[in-house]
């Protein structure tokens, strides 16, 4: 089944940490999207990648990196340095990363800094 | 911030009713498209619908926009209890490569 995946579901993390959240596409889409949500609130790009090997910074970049040395792969760290991690973490891929384009989403990650 | 606005920020109807949910944004775009979210999981995308039209349907969903007064409506016709979720608009400012999500209707269909 092609299809995106993000693991793990949960995700626990003591302040001071760095966490990477995985996403896996196979619908060889060239777009990846991450985007955060917070409780009660629309999504927030992170950072987004329109080919391999480059990514660009969204809107709430800070605290955050990424790579995409694969097609398939755009895996997400959290830094120590994002002050307010604990949110609910979605992995999007797009053919193209045009905005004619229909988004496919994970199933999120549920991060929760203790 | 580019992000949207939907209203009602909550709206709940008996199966078979009508549900009504606006989304209003700030620049002007190229295309909008509706997605829903089901409690817990990732969005599932609904329909698309560019700047140069002004309604599309797709089975039981229309949607309208009308760049003028930058907003879009999505009309869920004969509602059912699986339709429970909240629903948000996403648009895409003159960029045309990513997508600014409006802050969603969350919708409870009761059986």
């Known amino acids: 089944d092609g299809g995106i995946t993000q693991s793990p579901k949960y995700l626990f993390r003591k302040e001071g940490q760095n966490v990477t959240l995985s996403c896996e596409q196979n619908l060889n889409h060239d777009a990846m999207y991450w985007y955060r949500q917070d409780p009660g609130q629309g999504l927030r790009l992170i950072y987004y990648s329109q080919i391999v090997n480059d990514f660009q910074k969204g809107d709430i970049a800070e605290g955050y990196s990424v790579s995409r040395e694969k097609k398939e792969s755009f895996p997400l760290t959290v830094t120590s340095a994002q002050k307010n991690p604990t949110a609910f973490y979605l992995c999007?891929?797009?053919?193209?990363?045009?905005?004619?384009?229909?988004?496919?989403f994970g199933p999120g990650t549920r991060l929760t800094v203790l | 911030s580019q992000q949207g606005e939907e209203d009602p920020q909550a709206l709940s109807i008996q199966e078979g009713e009508n549900a009504t949910m606006n989304c209003s944004y700030k620049?002007?775009?190229?295309?909008l498209q509706w997605y829903r979210q089901n409690s817990g999981r990732g969005l599932v995308h609904l329909i698309l619908i560019r700047s140069n039209e002004r309604e599309k349907h797709s089975g039981r969903l229309r949607v309208t926009l009308d760049t003028s007064k930058k907003s879009s409506s999505l009309l869920i016709t004969a509602s059912r209890a699986a339709d429970t979720a909240s629903y948000f608009c996403a648009t895409d400012g003159k960029t045309g490569n990513q997508f600014y999500f409006g802050t969603g209707t969350s919708l409870t269909v009761i059986p």
């Open positions: 999007a891929s797009s053919i193209e990363g045009l905005s004619y384009n229909e988004q496919f």
């Open positions: 620049t002007s775009i190229n295309n």
